[in-house]
């Protein structure tokens, strides 16, 4: 399987600050890396598709790169609706996705 | 826009089996992936299995011999089947579809509690 880390697992930060999370795979993944947000009591909402494109209707504001191994997600401002629990996803293997374990953002 | 919408029962008993629907509204189930996901209260999300149209299925090899992914095409609806449950299944059961080359999760149901136990 291939494994994905995140890190920090939880950040602390503010309202306008820059935040960037860092998702590591086990192996080369190529660009199929995918990043969801999820709040609490609710569905994970697809943000970053293929490392670098941002999903229809989502601010500008969140921004996705990388490739290979290392992948990042940052959010250039903080906006008090960003405060959430961050999922990176691979869909390289087919055989089995599997996601990070999460980076809970938090004021 | 395509819209999911997972319905079953919340509680199970050990042993049991799980079985959920997701329905799908606004668009058609054919010609698209479908998957089930779950998430155990306060952890990370695990991916189960998808379907698709066709009956083509995709199984997490931790499951495999559990799960049943099936699809009708006539109800719009696709469903889980999980075998000899335990408490460990204990979780937010989430359908989404899968999308795109290469793939994500998009949409998502807004998720269903199904408890293990006695």
């Known amino acids: 399987d291939i494994q994905m880390t995140q890190s920090p697992s939880s950040l602390s930060a503010s309202v306008g600050d820059r935040v960037t999370i860092t998702c590591r795979a086990s192996?080369?993944?190529?660009?199929?890396l995918n990043w969801y947000q999820q709040k609490p009591g609710k569905a994970p909402k697809l943000l970053i598709y293929?490392?670098?494109n941002l999903q229809s209707g989502v601010p500008s504001r969140f921004s996705g790169s990388g490739s290979g191994t290392d992948f990042t997600l940052t959010i250039s401002s903080l906006q008090p609706e960003d405060f959430a629990t961050y999922y990176c996803q691979q869909s390289y293997s087919t055989l089995m996705y599997t996601f990070g374990q999460g980076t809970n953002l938090e004021i | 826009q395509v819209q999911l919408q997972e319905s079953g029962p919340g509680l199970v008993k050990p042993s049991e089996t799980l079985s959920l629907i997701c329905n799908v509204s606004?668009?058609?189930?054919?010609?698209?992936?479908w998957s089930w996901i779950r998430q155990p209260p306060g952890k990370g999300l695990e991916w189960i299995g998808f379907?698709?149209?066709?009956?083509?299925?995709n199984y997490n090899p931790s499951l495999k011999n559990r799960v049943t992914i099936s699809v009708d095409t006539s109800k719009n609806q696709f469903s889980l089947k999980l075998s000899s449950v335990t408490a460990a299944d204990t979780a937010v059961y989430y359908c989404?579809?899968?999308?795109?080359?290469?793939?994500?999760?998009?949409?998502w149901g807004q998720g269903t509690l199904v408890t293990v136990s006695s």
């Open positions: 192996q080369s993944i190529s660009t199929y």
């Open positions: 989404a579809r899968k999308y795109g080359l290469p793939s994500w999760f998009d949409p």
């Open positions: 293929a490392a670098s």
């Open positions: 606004g668009g058609s189930i054919s010609s698209y992936y």
């Open positions: 379907i698709y149209n066709s009956g083509n299925t």
